[in-house]
Structures are given as structure tokens and as C-alpha cells.
């Protein structure tokens, strides 16, 4: 039953039942979640996005293995994440506390089968079974993976966690009971052992059923004391029990990282061998494996719920949700996605700071100089009136005062417009090692300093490749200079969008000076940072320092490269560069 997806879609269906026109589940103010969810929207990307990081938060408290959360129909290739239809909660909103509090349920029961190792628990139950048949086989998942199921409900309950599982556990069980009608069948006979291991007034249950449920029942008491021990797999004390419901391991002793895996697995099998004969020929309804499938459902592109009339249209994808969730994260691919599209290859894209802050940059006092004469001399300038003083000027307007306190006078004032919102781009791939990164350094530090006495807005970034992902770093950061260690290929494209991205929200006339010394050889190509550059109103200058192949380089950048001789000469290109554009 822990496959994300057919224990969602259990859950699912008992919340379609009890609310079928989707206005909300059990109505009323009762969720758990009604006491910290405070984060609400009534537009459906951002509730969406909302929930799904409130999910990604609950799961990252739970352990580091959890894998991420996300909706189905998100772009993300990760492994092993627990995948959520947004069925559930399409509809209304913001969504109710209780569908909150069902969501919550679900990912802290299916994260926590992930921090318990519940899929190495089967692999090593169904290596030591042996060879068994496609029907023996298949008890066996079921009575390995029921097994879990009480486990990681039971370790939930050392938290405020357990109240969520066990709300969604009472609706799975009601479910799972209006389906299983006939007797016996094997499906039933596990759904009152998951159910009697945690609700003991269980009402009287079949006689068909008693024996076999005394056998699963016994391992209830040692799966509490395990879990009441600690969810940790790497418990290094010796784990030895009292197990006289099972004498074949009775006395045994597991050590190791891997032991309450171990404890587990050998309960399993002897349960199962316990009751396979009386129960090899019962009805079985439900044939899926859930721990020997694999963990991430069928992928679903668009939601078939039906819409009611006054009900919200559903999104035709999630983009618009990965990408208002991209926006206060360092993983920015949802928002270069957004701008490329689906038509050219895109690699990972990541805002964060590689950075060392042992630099010690040489500063050239003339060029910082020069710089600062630049935006002094030539800025533009905001013509100001400052009345009502005491010397200067008369004036008329204040005239009336002069018998008063005598400040009839006026004062005209030309301050230097904060006008400006540049950054420094600089290409930090393996070939920009060595005295050109040195030189880089340099120029930052001169500009920086340059302009940090002025009202102008200045930010640098530098970019590389690293195992298939664009890294953006801040090379200012906090008033500090940093640096680089210059490695990987050349993704300016994605660089360009990604360094546009943060200046986007930015007054003033917006200036990007990219530097680089060859073309682009990975990721995105260069015309899609061009053309946002160029819809945005940011103006893209590319410099483009000692590569042989011209022609190539002018084809990617097409009229906003300048090219220069070598990397010594980016400084003063940069100083010409200015003064043009602040010139005009």
C-alpha cells in the first residue's frame, strides 16, 4: 500500500466520496494545519505553489532521503520523489485546513517509508525468500509492505506528525473496507491487521479471519518497540528481543547500520510463512506490488476532473507553478525554461554562491578614478529647490515670511540622478583560469569601488558549468568582494537570461556587460538571452576577448558583441563603454 500512487488514489477516493462537489472535505475550521498554514491565496498558481512548498518543508524536517515533492506534470527529472496529483485539492480556493491536513498526511506517511528504508526491507525479504512462485511472491508484498505501513504510522506517532496520519489512515482503512466486501479474502484480512494494530476496540471481526489475525497481530508489539526506539537505520546498538511469538529467530541478534531493517524483514517472512497455506487460495483483490514497483507514479500531463460551473479553471501545466516557485529559489531552470520554452535544450540553472573570499584584487587608483569622474561629471542630474532658508536667494514665493522668522530665502541644488542598474557578467569557465581571472578580478574590484560612492546600482556574477548544471555566483556579495574558481564549459545563454532575471524588478536605465573569451558550448542558445535582454529593455554588451574564431562568435551574438585583442584591454573597453552610454 505505500506506493505513492495507489495509496494517493485510495485516499483520493474517500475524499471524493465525502465531498464530491470538491467545495471542501469535512466543512469547518478543524484542520491541524489551521494553526501555522498562514501562507493563503485565492489564485490557484499561487495557492499551488504555496502548498507544494509547505509540503517540500514537512518532508525536509522528516529526513534527507525523502527525495522532493512535487505535482504531477512538473518538468523536474529527479529520482525517487513523491510524486501529488493536484486533483485533490483543484477547485475552491485557498483550499480548506482539512485537505491540507489529508496532503500532510499522505507525504509524511510516503516520506517516511523512504527514511525507514521500507523498499530495502522488501529486497532483502524476497532475496532471502528465494525461489518462489509469481503467488507466493505476491503475499509476500503484501504482507511486507501492510507490515510497513503500521511501522512508519507508528513512528509518526512520536511527533504532532502522527495526528495527520492517522486522519488520513482512517480514511484509507474506511475505503479499503467498502471495497473488500467478500469473504475471505487476503486484501480484508490486512486491512484489519493495519486497522486493529492502532484502533483496539475494533468491532468484532469474521471467526474465518481470528487465527490468521493472532499471527499478524504478534508482530504489532515488536514493531512499536522498534519504532519507539528510533526511526534510525544507523543504530549502532545491538538489538536483541524477547521473541517467543516466533521461535526460528528467537534469541537472534542484529548488529550494524542496517539492523532494524534486518529485525523487520525476518518478522515478515515468518509471518508470511505463518499464514501463506491457510491463505494461498483466499480472494485477492487489489494484484499491484507496491514496494517492488517503482516509487514514482505514471506521469499525467493534464487533470481529468470535471469542472463545475463557478469552479476555477485547472492550469494546462505546471509551469506557471514551478515557476512561482522558482522565484524566491536558488534553482532558477523553471524561469529560464520560461523564457526558452520547450523547443531547445535546457540544463539546470542554479543561483548560488561558489564563491572564496580570499581575493585580494590589485585596484588601479587612476581607472577607479576616471570611472568616478564618469557618473559625477556626466550623470544625468535632478534639478532641486530648497527654500525656506535663512540666506541665499530671495524668494518671492517666501516673502511673506521675511517679517516672521525672516527664512524668505531659496537655495537651487543639482544632485547626480541614481539612474543606473548595471552588472558585470563574467565567464568563469575552465579557459578563463590563471592571469585572465586575475585580470577579471581586477576590473570588478575597480568598478566596484568606482561606484559604491554613488547612488547607482551595481551587481557581478560569474558563470561556469559543473556536472551538467549552469552555477550563477555573485562575485559582490554584502559589500565584500569575492572570487571564483574557474572550471566547466561555457552556458552563456542560460547566464545572460539568468543575470537579466535579477535586474528585471530594477529601476534606471539597465546596462548587462557580458565578458567572455569564446562562444557558447552548452545550454540554451545565446539569441534566447539576446531576445529577453532586448523584450526586457536591458541593454546587452558583450566583450568578447581573444577567441580566433570571430565568425563564430558573431554569429551567436550578433551585433552586441565587441571584440577585443585581449583580456588586459576589457578594463578600458569597459571605462569607453560607460562613458558612450552614459554620454548617450
Not at 51 to 66: C, P, Q, S
Not at 426 to 454: C, F, H, P, Q
Request: a neutral charge.
Amino acid at each position: 500500500m505505500n506506493s505513492t500512487d495507489s495509496y494517493f488514489d485510495l485516499v483520493k477516493a474517500a475524499v471524493d466520496q465525502e465531498s464530491p462537489d470538491g467545495t471542501g472535505f469535512l466543512k469547518g475550521s478543524g484542520g491541524i494545519s489551521a494553526y501555522w498554514r498562514k501562507n493563503l491565496s485565492s489564485l490557484e498558481t499561487v495557492e499551488l505553489s504555496n502548498v507544494l512548498r509547505a509540503l517540500r518543508k514537512v518532508a525536509g524536517f522528516l529526513g534527507d532521503n525523502v527525495g522532493s515533492v512535487d505535482w504531477v506534470g512538473m518538468s523536474t527529472k529527479k529520482k525517487g520523489r513523491i510524486v501529488l496529483d493536484p486533483d485533490i485539492i483543484i477547485g475552491r480556493y485557498p483550499i480548506s485546513y482539512e485537505k491540507m491536513d489529508i496532503l500532510v498526511g499522505i507525504v509524511v506517511h510516503e516520506a517516511l517509508h523512504r527514511v525507514v528504508w521500507s523498499e530495502r526491507v522488501w529486497q532483502e525479504a524476497v532475496k532471502q525468500a528465494g525461489e518462489i512462485t509469481p503467488r507466493e511472491k505476491l503475499m509476500l508484498s503484501k504482507v511486507v509492505s501492510t507490515g510497513e505501513d503500521i511501522y512508519v504510522d507508528m513512528v509518526s506517532q512520536k511527533s504532532v506528525l502522527g495526528l495527520y496520519t492517522a486522519k488520513v489512515r482512517q480514511m484509507a482503512l474506511a475505503m479499503l473496507k467498502r471495497m473488500h466486501r467478500a469473504v475471505p479474502s487476503v486484501d480484508e484480512l490486512l486491512r484489519i491487521w493495519w486497522d486493529t494494530a492502532f484502533n483496539k476496540s475494533v468491532q468484532a471481526v469474521n471467526e474465518v479471519y481470528r487465527d490468521k489475525l493472532d499471527i499478524l497481530s504478534a508482530a504489532n508489539g515488536w514493531l512499536e518497540e522498534i519504532a519507539a526506539g528510533g526511526t534510525s537505520v544507523v543504530d549502532r546498538d545491538d538489538l536483541k528481543r524477547d521473541l517467543s511469538h516466533f521461535p526460528t529467530i528467537s534469541g537472534k541478534v542484529w548488529h550494524g547500520v542496517v539492523g532494524r531493517c534486518d529485525i523487520r524483514k525476518d518478522i515478515y517472512l515468518e509471518v508470511w510463512k505463518k499464514v501463506y497455506e491457510d491463505i494461498k487460495f483466499w480472494r485477492v483483490y487489489d494484484f499491484g506490488m507496491p514496494l517492488y514497483s517503482p516509487l514514482d507514479p505514471k506521469e499525467k500531463t493534464k487533470s481529468k476532473k470535471k469542472r463545475k460551473p463557478g469552479e476555477f479553471p485547472l492550469l494546462e501545466s505546471m509551469d506557471e507553478v514551478e515557476a512561482e516557485l522558482a522565484a524566491d529559489s536558488t534553482d532558477i531552470t523553471p524561469l529560464i525554461r520560461a523564457v526558452v520554452g520547450d523547443d531547445d535544450e535546457v540544463m539546470s540553472t542554479s543561483l548560488w554562491d561558489f564563491t572564496v573570499s580570499d581575493t585580494h584584487p590589485v585596484i588601479d587608483p587612476y581607472l577607479v578614478t576616471r570611472l568616478k569622474r564618469i557618473f559625477e561629471l556626466y550623470a544625468e542630474r535632478k534639478y532641486l529647490v530648497n527654500r525656506g532658508l535663512k540666506s541665499g536667494k530671495i524668494d518671492a514665493r517666501k516673502l511673506y515670511r521675511a517679517p516672521i522668522d525672516g527664512r524668505c530665502f531659496k537655495e537651487k541644488q543639482f544632485r547626480t540622478e541614481a539612474s543606473w542598474n548595471i552588472v558585470l557578467l563574467v565567464d568563469a569557465s575552465a579557459s578563463m583560469g590563471g592571469v585572465k581571472w586575475r585580470m577579471v578580478e581586477n576590473t570588478v574590484a575597480a568598478i566596484y569601488t568606482a561606484l559604491k560612492s554613488t547612488n547607482n546600482h551595481f551587481q557581478a556574477f560569474g558563470y561556469f558549468e559543473i556536472e551538467k548544471i549552469c552555477m550563477i555566483s555573485r562575485i559582490v556579495k554584502d559589500n565584500k568582494l569575492l572570487s571564483l574558481q574557474p572550471m566547466g564549459q561555457t552556458a552563456s545563454g542560460q547566464a545572460i537570461i539568468g543575470s537579466a532575471l535579477q535586474m528585471a524588478q530594477m529601476g534606471g536605465k539597465r546596462l548587462l556587460i557580458h565578458v567572455t573569451d569564446g562562444g557558447s558550448n552548452c545550454g540554451c542558445d545565446v539569441s534566447h538571452g539576446i531576445n529577453y535582454c532586448r523584450k526586457k529593455k536591458i541593454d546587452l554588451v558583450t566583450l568578447g576577448c581573444g577567441y580566433d574564431d570571430r565568425e563564430l562568435m558573431r554569429e551567436q551574438y550578433g551585433d552586441s558583441i565587441r571584440f577585443l585583442d585581449s583580456i588586459e584591454q576589457v578594463p578600458g573597453a569597459i571605462e569607453g563603454l560607460l562613458r558612450k552610454k552614459i554620454l548617450g
